[in-house]
C-alpha cells in the first residue's frame, strides 16, 4: 500500500506507488529496518523505472497548451511557465559565452527540455550557434528532451557523467531543490538526531536516531542547537558545486532555485525545515506520502553553496533575486520585442510576467546565484541589487 493520500489517483497510479512502496520496504529491510532520510528521498525520486522522475508521469505542467483550469503534472518551472525566461537568461548566456571564448552551454537537470528549447532559439536569432550539452538523470526526461530538441540534433548532446574539463556556460534551474537532503532534528538535551525512515507493518514512519559526528558537526556549524527545531541540510548539492571547481575551467554557472542565505534558512522561526512536495499541482510536506507519485524537495541554503564554489576554487561572481536578474538581463525589453501577439496571449504573457518577477510569487523566493572563474566585471543579471553580500 502507498502511505495514505487523500488525493485522488488513477488505479495506474496507485498500482505504480504499490510498486515503489514494495521496493523502499525491501531496501528497509535489507538495511536493518531504517534508512536515511536522503536515501528514502533518493529512492523515491530515482529509483530506476520506479522513483518519481525515473518513470513516466508527467510532472511539468504546460499552462501554454494545459487548460488553466485542469493544469497536468503535479507543479510548473519557469521554463514551463514562458519562452519569455528562456529568451532573457539566453542574453546572460550570450555574455558568459562571450567573456569565455567558448560556443558550450551544459545543462543539468532539464526536464522537459523547455529550458534549451528557448535558449538555443534565441542564441539562433542572435547569429550564435551554440552547442548545447545536457546531463539529465532521468532516462525519461532524457527521451522527452531528445524530441523536443529534435531540430538541434546536430548541436545537442546529453553526457552521462560531469566532463573532467568545460568552459562556457552552466546552467541548473531547479536542480539543487531536487538532490537528495538529510533530514535533522534537535532533541531537547541538544543532541543532532538524523531522521530516518522505518516501515512500522502499516506505513512508513520517521525515526531519529543520533547523527553520526560528522553531520552533527557539519549542522552545529550553521546553527545553534535549537530544541524541537528541524530542517535539512543539502549535502550532496554542496558536493556536486564543490565538484564544478574541478572541470569547470573558464565560465560561469548560472545556479536558479528557491532558497535563502544561511541566517534565513536556519532563521529561529523556520523551525519546521523546508521540505515540500508537489502532487497535482498541491504543496504539502507529507515526504513519506504516495512514494513515485510525488516530488519531494527542499530549499536551497544559498550560503552552503557559495561556500561549496570557494572551496572548489571558484568565484561567486553574483547573487540576487529571480526578478531582479531578469530585469537585469532584459525582461522587459524581450516582452517589447514580442509587440502584440493577440488578446489571448498578450493576456498569458502578462500573467507569466506576475509570476516570474511578483514578490508573492517566484520574483523574490526564487533566487539566481553565479560561480565560475575567468570572468571579468560585474554579469549583465546582477548588475543593479546584488546581494553577495548577504550570504
Ligand atoms: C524540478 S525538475 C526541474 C527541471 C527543469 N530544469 C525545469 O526547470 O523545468 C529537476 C530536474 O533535475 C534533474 N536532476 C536531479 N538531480 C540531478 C543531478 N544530480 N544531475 C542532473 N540532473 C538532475 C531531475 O531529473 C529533473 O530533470
Known amino acids: 500500500?502507498?502511505?495514505?493520500?487523500?488525493?485522488?489517483?488513477?488505479?495506474?497510479?496507485?498500482?505504480?506507488?504499490?510498486?515503489?512502496?514494495?521496493?523502499?520496504?525491501?531496501?528497509?529491510?535489507?538495511?536493518?529496518?531504517?534508512?536515511?532520510?536522503?536515501?528514502?528521498?533518493?529512492?523515491?525520486?530515482?529509483?530506476?523505472?520506479?522513483g518519481y522522475y525515473a518513470?513516466?508521469?508527467?510532472?511539468?505542467?504546460?499552462?501554454?497548451?494545459?487548460?488553466?483550469?485542469?493544469?497536468?503534472?503535479?507543479?510548473?518551472?519557469?521554463?514551463?511557465?514562458?519562452?519569455?525566461?528562456?529568451?532573457?537568461?539566453?542574453?546572460?548566456?550570450?555574455?558568459?559565452?562571450?567573456?569565455?571564448?567558448?560556443?558550450?552551454?551544459?545543462?543539468?537537470?532539464?526536464?522537459?527540455?523547455?529550458?534549451?528549447?528557448?535558449?538555443?532559439?534565441?542564441?539562433?536569432?542572435?547569429?550564435i550557434a551554440a552547442h548545447y550539452q545536457i546531463l539529465e538523470v532521468s532516462a525519461d526526461l532524457k527521451a522527452r528532451q531528445q524530441m523536443r530538441l529534435g531540430a538541434w540534433a546536430d548541436r545537442v548532446?546529453?553526457?552521462?557523467?560531469?566532463?573532467?574539463?568545460?568552459?562556457?556556460?552552466?546552467?541548473?534551474?531547479?536542480?539543487?531543490?531536487?538532490?537528495?537532503?538529510?533530514?535533522?532534528?534537535?532533541?531537547?538535551?541538544?543532541?543532532?538526531m538524523q531522521r530516518g525512515v522505518i516501515w512500522d507493518g502499516d506505513q512508513f514512519q520517521y525515526e531519529d536516531r543520533p547523527a553520526p559526528d560528522t553531520l552533527a558537526h557539519l549542522v552545529a556549524q550553521r546553527m545553534p542547537a535549537l530544541p524541537d527545531y528541524r530542517s535539512e541540510i543539502n549535502l550532496q548539492a554542496e558536493s556536486w558545486v564543490r565538484g564544478m571547481g574541478q572541470w569547470l575551467t573558464c565560465g560561469a554557472a548560472l545556479l536558479i532555485d528557491y532558497g535563502f542565505p544561511r541566517h534565513e534558512y536556519y532563521h529561529p522561526q523556520r523551525h519546521r525545515g523546508t521540505l515540500m512536495c508537489h502532487i497535482q499541482h498541491l504543496a504539502h510536506d507529507n515526504a513519506l506520502m504516495a512514494p513515485g507519485l510525488q516530488d519531494i524537495t527542499a530549499h536551497v541554503d544559498f550560503t552552503a553553496m557559495a561556500d561549496a564554489a570557494l572551496t572548489g576554487g571558484l568565484e561567486v561572481l553574483g547573487y540576487t533575486a529571480?526578478?531582479?536578474?531578469?530585469?537585469?538581463?532584459?525582461?522587459?525589453?524581450?516582452?517589447?520585442?514580442?509587440?502584440?501577439?493577440?488578446?489571448?496571449?498578450?493576456?498569458?504573457?502578462?500573467?507569466?510576467?506576475?509570476?516570474?518577477?511578483?514578490?508573492?510569487?517566484?520574483?523574490?523566493?526564487?533566487?539566481?546565484?553565479?560561480?565560475?572563474?575567468?570572468?571579468?566585471?560585474?554579469?549583465?543579471?546582477?548588475?543593479?541589487?546584488?546581494?553577495?553580500?548577504?550570504?
Not at 496571449?345 to 514578490?359: D, F, G, P
Open 1 to 50: 500500500m502507498p502511505a495514505e493520500t487523500s488525493i485522488p489517483v488513477s488505479a495506474d497510479a496507485l498500482a505504480h506507488s504499490q510498486r515503489v512502496s514494495a521496493f523502499l520496504r525491501a531496501r528497509l529491510e535489507q538495511a536493518g529496518g531504517w534508512i536515511s532520510f536522503s536515501d528514502w528521498m533518493h529512492d523515491a525520486l530515482y529509483a530506476p523505472g520506479l
Open 55 to 127: 518513470a513516466g508521469s508527467i510532472k511539468f505542467a504546460d499552462p501554454a497548451l494545459d487548460d488553466p483550469k485542469q493544469l497536468k503534472g503535479d507543479f510548473v518551472t519557469a521554463p514551463q511557465l514562458t519562452p519569455l525566461f528562456g529568451w532573457t537568461l539566453a542574453k546572460q548566456v550570450a555574455e558568459i559565452l562571450r567573456q569565455s571564448d567558448s560556443l558550450n552551454i551544459l545543462e543539468f537537470g532539464a526536464g522537459s527540455g523547455a529550458l534549451a528549447h528557448d535558449i538555443l532559439t534565441a542564441l539562433d536569432a542572435q547569429g
Open 157 to 192: 548532446t546529453w553526457l552521462d557523467q560531469a566532463p573532467t574539463s568545460f568552459s562556457g556556460c552552466v546552467m541548473a534551474n531547479e536542480v539543487l531543490d531536487a538532490m537528495p537532503v538529510e533530514f535533522f532534528a534537535w532533541s531537547d538535551d541538544a543532541q543532532l
Open 322 to 391: 529571480q526578478a531582479r536578474f531578469l530585469l537585469n538581463a532584459g525582461l522587459a525589453e524581450v516582452m517589447m520585442q514580442q509587440g502584440e501577439l493577440g488578446a489571448r496571449s498578450n493576456a498569458q504573457m502578462r500573467v507569466a510576467i506576475q509570476k516570474l518577477t511578483s514578490e508573492a510569487e517566484m520574483g523574490e523566493l526564487f533566487k539566481v546565484i553565479a560561480l565560475g572563474r575567468g570572468i571579468e566585471g560585474d554579469l549583465l543579471g546582477f548588475r543593479r541589487g546584488d546581494r553577495r553580500d548577504s550570504l
